[in-house]
């Protein structure tokens, strides 16, 4: 179990207190890496071959290689260091020090901080722009948001915002901040051009997480405290609708191509992914304990979640999940005119596919059958003597995959004959001599 924390944005999400209660839920076969204490940020280079964690519970930064999934280095950075940002070079991370009120920068080549910032009040959240001259850092304690120059790595201005500014997002433009406002369940947006806000977004309960979609007309809120995802539409910023999800949900994070949000849920351990399309929770993935931040990588195969109570990232696929199908055939080998049953079982980590499975002899279709409990049957009598290369095809559901079983030769033989003579009239009549 990790330690208790004190800090103030934990007494305002009562992460303390959910702790004990929290339940260890079945998690999926993923890779598990092992990280620092109460590990709670989590940002991926824009090649996708490093993940950046932050541990507030013993001041350091774990780097992981995601080709093997291992940390490869930890940094030491400031004290209770929460969120991080990466600039769109990959070159620099900046990690928000709660407890010192400061960012550290690092250097990425070097896995080293080359400079400390002063910034806000126990600063917690941090957003690059998309041309990474500037990271926006929320801080909680003192209501403002620290705008940093990346250039020369100084605070350029201060924005005032609503009360206990957590989450941080910008727009793929770069021409918008949104901020979540823990205290007073609002979002506060900030022109970027002007360095002030515009406008102020009621949204749900205790706000934490923000995310916008990369065509930049939707951001996703997650609401700590009534347990539910805001919908914000940029064009009118206004909330569109409100999405039911796990409990003490933190943070969001958005598919590169825009048709998933995955969030986190810090109470039940696991992650909520919502349908972009519906706006609906399509599936729920287990993950470790108590998950905080996420992050996706660039290709949007694989989300990596930080677990704070259990001090590891999860590694775990994405939707569409990959599957496996087998084919049996029995009887086999079979004769000409026996029914032959074909069995397909589609398999996958995550959970239980659905849909319809096609059965193949070569190329030529035999016949097509649903899904029921992850297993598909088809019967037939209509194979002809012989060898037959049987396939069965997954067509995939919108959670999963399609794939497409190994060859499973069948051979026909043919059926056996009996053969029986008869003759009649037995006996032949009797034939008179001629005269």
Known sequence: MAKSFQSKWRQLLGIGQLAYRRTPVTALLDP??????????VAITPNGLFAYVTNEGDNT??????????????????????GVAITPNGLTVYVTNVSDNTVSVIDTTTNTVTTTIPVGTSPTGAAATPNGLTVYVTNVGDNTVSVIDTTTNTVTTTIPVGSAPFGVTVTPNGLTVYVTNVSDNTVSVIDTTTNTVTTTI??????????????????YVTNN?????????????????????????????ISPNGLFAYITNNGDNTVSIIDTTTNTVTFT????????????????????VTNNSDNTVSVTETIPFPTT??????????????????????????????????FFDGATPIGTT?????????????LTVGSHPLTAVYS???????????????????????TTLTSAPDPPPSVRPRS
């Not at 009621?202 to 951001?219: D, K, M, R």
């Not at 649903?370 to 209509?382: F, P, R, V």
């Not at 190994?406 to 009996?418: L, R």
């Open 32 to 41: 598990t890496v092992p990280v620092g204490n109460f590990p709670t940020g």
């Open 61 to 82: 930064v774990s780097v992981i290689n995601t080709t093997t999934n291992t940390v490869t280095t930890t940094i030491p950075v400031g004290t209770s260091p929460l």
């Open 202 to 219: 009621p949204v749900g309960t205790s706000p934490t997480g923000a995310a916008a979609t990369p065509n930049g007309l939707t951001i």
């Open 225 to 253: 405290g009534d347990n539910t995802v805001s919908v914000i539409d940029t064009t009118t910023n206004t909330v569109t609708t409100t999405i039911p999800v796990g409990s003490a949900p933190t943070n969001v994070a």
């Open 285 to 304: 993935l287990p993950v470790g304990m108590g998950p905080f931040g996420i992050a996706l990588t660039p290709d949007g195969t694989h989300a990596y």
């Open 325 to 358: 199908t087998t084919l049996t055939s029995t009887p086999d080998p079979s004769v000409f005119g026996q029914t032959k049953t074909l069995t397909a079982t589609v398999t996958s980590d995550a959970g239980t596919p659905t849909g319809t499975v096609t």
């Open 370 to 382: 649903t899904l029921t409990a992850g297993t598909a049957t088809l019967t037939t009598s209509t």
């Open 396 to 418: 995939g559901d919108g959670d999963f995959n399609g794939s497409t079983s190994p060859v499973d030769t069948q051979t026909v033989n043919a059926a056996n004959t009996t």
